[in-house]
């Protein structure tokens, strides 16, 4: 990969490098370049953002692997990530409660994705700014999994003296959801591996499970809600530890037909999905639990939610590793290998 850098300012240029896809693949590294192309002009509800930092997640090398094309193909190449933080360059004439020069952070709409760039044009609905106690590169960690977390416990209910099995507690989603479940009130079991049990012990977890050692399935029952970021097996065990009742949320387990109707997916395929799962949903039926597969949308409240937790200190960002914008490939291999403790971030400035 060719190294370089990039000379940036807060005024305005007529062009953005972007990090894209020019194929679906599971080699990330060949398929993976970066483009210069000018950048388009905003609508009236957009605004133009200079982008300092880019977060990336699970959810970025599963979309370049091809998991999506089934739910939202795009077409190539494509851009790059969902969250990101930033400088307002412009804004659209009917965008109100922002000015060029605002510091914001952002979770990107699907139609949006590319943030691992020098610029992006996004729906104002999909901004708010920033924590003034941040760093850009702090911020941008945050908006994507913020926004899943909250509405995951939403969804849940998830309330004082609830308890939460979290299965991956040491991951992006999982050192949020820690932190905000305790916030709730919530007594809190999570899952991870030896090496990073002092990390979710540090952010608030009441009893950690060491899934290399241990069975979860064999040491907990009656919990209220299980929140599940790894699926495969551990979410198929995990209904054995919810009370009757209890919710199993989920963000990488199967997708439930409500879920997919939601973001659009026809009747034919929705159909398909049920008899893939027909045995896990059968189970889900026969323990009397409630299940969803929680698909995340950009929403500037929740975003502001996120802004209030942190300015309270009730929340911190967990960041592994910072790279560099001409090391953003490298980043995106560190991330597929699912070793990352919280979030990997790109300094794009």
Same mark, same amino acid.
């Given at each position: 990969?060719?190294?370089?850098?990039?000379?940036?300012?807060? $005024?305005?240029?007529?062009? %953005? $490098?972007?990090?894209?896809?020019?194929?679906?693949?599971?080699?990330?590294?060949?398929?993976? /370049?970066?483009?210069?192309?000018?950048?388009?002009?905003?609508?009236?509800?957009? #605004?133009?953002?200079?982008?300092?930092?880019?977060?990336? !997640?699970?959810?970025?090398?599963?979309?370049?692997?091809? %998991?999506?094309?089934?739910?939202?193909?795009?077409?190539?190449?494509?851009?790059?990530?969902? @969250?990101?933080? &930033?400088?307002?360059?412009?804004?659209?004439?009917?965008?109100?409660?922002?000015?060029? &020069?605002?510091?914001?952070?952002?979770?990107?709409?699907?139609?949006?994705?590319?943030?691992?760039?020098?610029?992006?044009? #996004?729906?104002?609905?999909?901004?708010?700014?920033?924590?003034?106690?941040?760093?850009?590169?702090?911020?941008?960690?945050?908006?994507?999994?913020?926004? $899943?977390?909250?509405?995951?416990?939403? +969804?849940?209910?998830?309330?004082?003296?609830?308890?939460?099995?979290?299965?991956?507690?040491?991951?992006?989603?999982?050192?949020?959801?820690?932190?905000?479940?305790? %916030?709730? &009130?919530?007594?809190?079991?999570? *899952?991870?591996?030896?090496?990073?049990? !002092?990390?979710?012990?540090?952010?608030?977890? @009441?009893?950690?499970? @060491?899934?290399?050692?241990?069975?979860?399935?064999?040491?907990?029952?009656?919990?209220?809600?299980?929140?599940? *970021?790894?699926?495969?097996?551990?979410?198929?065990?995990?209904?054995?530890?919810?009370?009757?009742?209890?919710?199993?949320?989920?963000? =990488?387990?199967?997708?439930?037909?409500?879920?997919?109707? $939601?973001? &659009?997916?026809?009747?034919?395929?929705?159909? +398909?999905? @049920?008899?893939?799962?027909?045995?896990?949903?059968?189970?889900?039926?026969?323990?009397?639990?409630?299940?969803?597969?929680?698909?995340?949308?950009?929403?500037?409240?929740?975003? !502001?939610?996120?802004?209030?937790?942190?300015?309270?200190?009730?929340?911190?960002?967990?960041?592994?590793?910072?790279?560099?914008? /001409? /090391?953003?490939?490298? =980043?995106?291999?560190? +991330?597929?290998?699912?070793?990352?403790?919280?979030?990997?971030?790109?300094?794009?400035?």
């Amino acid at each position: 990969m060719c190294i370089f850098r990039f000379r940036m300012s807060v $005024t305005k240029d007529n062009f %953005q $490098t972007s990090l894209k896809a020019k194929a679906y693949s599971k080699g990330i590294g060949s398929v993976l /370049e970066f483009v210069r192309n000018p950048i388009s002009k905003i609508k009236a509800d957009e #605004v133009l953002v200079k982008i300092y930092a880019a977060g990336l !997640n699970p959810v970025d090398y599963k979309i370049i692997y091809g %998991q999506a094309k089934r739910y939202k193909n795009h077409e190539l190449p494509f851009s790059v990530g969902f @969250d990101c933080a &930033g400088i307002i360059l412009e804004l659209g004439p009917d965008v109100k409660n922002f000015k060029n &020069g605002d510091k914001i952070f952002s979770k990107v709409p699907w139609h949006q994705m590319g943030t691992v760039s020098t610029h992006a044009i #996004v729906d104002s609905k999909a901004i708010a700014k920033m924590p003034e106690q941040l760093s850009f590169c702090e911020a941008a960690s945050l908006p994507l999994v913020g926004c $899943t977390v909250i509405e995951s416990f939403n +969804l849940a209910n998830l309330k004082k003296g609830d308890s939460i099995l979290i299965l991956g507690g040491s991951g992006g989603i999982g050192t949020f959801a820690i932190q905000y479940a305790k %916030q709730l &009130g919530a007594i809190v079991y999570t *899952t991870t591996s030896t090496v990073n049990i !002092n990390l979710v012990k540090s952010l608030g977890a @009441d009893f950690v499970i @060491d899934y290399t050692k241990e069975d979860f399935k064999l040491q907990l029952k009656n919990i209220d809600v299980v929140y599940d *970021t790894v699926g495969g097996k551990p979410l198929e065990d995990s209904i054995q530890v919810l009370k009757k009742g209890g919710k199993l949320i989920s963000i =990488a387990g199967h997708y439930d037909n409500a879920t997919l109707k $939601t973001i &659009g997916i026809p009747c034919y395929l929705r159909f +398909l999905n @049920d008899c893939k799962n027909a045995k896990i949903n059968s189970k889900i039926r026969q323990a009397k639990i409630f299940y969803k597969h929680l698909w995340s949308f950009p929403n500037q409240k929740t975003l !502001n939610q996120i802004s209030d937790l942190i300015n309270q200190q009730k929340i911190k960002p967990v960041i592994d590793k910072e790279y560099l914008f /001409e /090391e953003a490939i490298s =980043a995106l291999q560190y +991330l597929e290998t699912n070793r990352v403790k919280g979030k990997i971030v790109i300094r794009i400035v």
